[in-house]
């Protein structure tokens, strides 16, 4: 099972600001599926980012993901009041299929 | 417009067995490609992967839980149900069914999830 650790885990910024998530995996990502998602309280997470730098329909550009293999990022370029939220990096690309999830980074209000 | 609803007993007791169905619209589990998780968060915590079916019957379960799930899909009533067996309350849970495309790719759509406390 590959086990994903994500840093920081909490992250204080204003909005405005450039935010910088890290996501690092136990062993390589395949064909980097690696995807990241949003959650804010109440909610289902809601996917950002697959394949490891494509963004899902409807999100907007300021969400950027990068990397491969094991290292990989999510940075939002301008934080908007409604970025602020919990963020998980998951892979899926394992044959046969078995999800992982990272820990999470709250992103929060400075 | 893809939409999943999770339904089921808000509240099992330790030993039970835990039935969830979800009823999905807006696509259909027949289709190349169309797959559907369970994936369950506890309060407070990560998500966590239970169980995937494809649009071909194909099942995979999450390794550490596979002896006590069962994943099945009716696609006439464009269902499919998750269960679980001698709940316990570590189970204390949201359980979210969730739709994959294109394979077994990471969920586009999820539903709002049902919170399942295990409890006597």
């Known amino acids: 099972e590959i086990v994903l650790t994500q840093s920081p885990g909490t992250l204080s910024l204003s909005p405005g600001e450039r935010a910088t998530l890290s996501c690092r995996a136990s062993?390589?990502?395949?064909?980097?599926?690696l995807a990241w998602c949003q959650q804010k309280p109440g909610q289902a997470p809601r996917l950002l980012i697959y394949?490891?730098?494509s963004r899902a329909t409807g999100i907007p550009d300021r969400f950027s993901g990068s990397g491969s293999g094991t290292d990989f990022t999510l940075t939002i370029s301008r934080l908007e009041p409604e970025d602020f939220a919990v963020y998980y990096c998951h892979q899926y690309g394992s044959s046969p299929p078995e999800y992982t999830f990272g820990q999470g980074t709250k992103l929060e209000i400075k | 417009q893809v939409t999943l609803r999770e339904s089921g007993p808000a509240l099992v007791k330790p030993t039970q067995t835990l039935t969830l169905t979800c009823t999905f619209s807006g696509f259909s589990l027949s289709t190349s490609g169309m797959c559907v998780s369970w994936i369950r968060q506890p309060p407070g915590k990560a998500p966590e992967w239970l169980a995937l079916?494809?649009?071909?019957?194909?099942?995979y379960y999450s390794t550490s839980l596979k002896t006590r799930l069962t994943i099945s899909k009716d696609t006439s009533k464009k269902q499919v149900v998750l269960t679980m067996t001698n709940m316990d309350p570590v189970d204390t849970a949201t359980y979210y069914c969730?739709?994959?495309?294109?394979?077994?790719?990471?969920?586009?759509?999820w539903g709002q999830g049902t919170l399942v406390t295990v409890s006597s």
């Open positions: 062993q390589s990502v395949s064909s980097n599926y």
């Open positions: 969730a739709r994959s495309r294109d394979g077994y790719n990471s969920p586009d759509y």
């Open positions: 079916i494809d649009w071909d019957d194909d099942k």
């Open positions: 394949g490891a730098s």
